[in-house]
């Protein structure tokens, strides 16, 4: 089955990017957990069958992309601490938000 899959994915993405274009990618959308899948061409046989026995719903964030020096399926979305957005702490690491120190008065 995994070779069918990786033969699909090829296939759609044959057409090689010319000097300026970026390389071309397939997005997948799981129709139950909603999380998209970046396949990319010439992906190792290996990741497909990963891929095939991937428990979708462990993803929060999503999107999953192969990661070949890992050899492995990851979101770096999930892979990020979880810091409320906008929260004191993840406005203090952004430059320019006034997230210093406040000043004595």
């Not at 390389?23 to 069958?49: F, W």
């Not at 964030?61 to 999930?78: A, K």
């Amino acid at each position: 089955m995994h070779e069918r899959l990786k033969a699909f994915v090829n296939r759609v993405l044959s057409k090689r990017p010319d000097g300026n274009r970026p390389k071309p990618l397939l997005v997948l959308q799981d129709t139950l957990s909603g999380v998209r899948i970046v396949l990319e061409p010439d992906l190792p046989a290996d990741s497909y069958r990963q891929l095939l026995s991937f428990d979708l719903s462990t993803v929060r964030h999503g999107p999953l992309h192969y990661d070949l020096h890992r050899r492995r399926w990851r979101s770096e979305l999930d892979e990020q601490p979880s810091t409320p957005v906008g929260s004191r702490t993840d406005r203090a690491a952004e430059p320019g938000t006034g997230g210093g120190p406040l000043p004595h008065v």
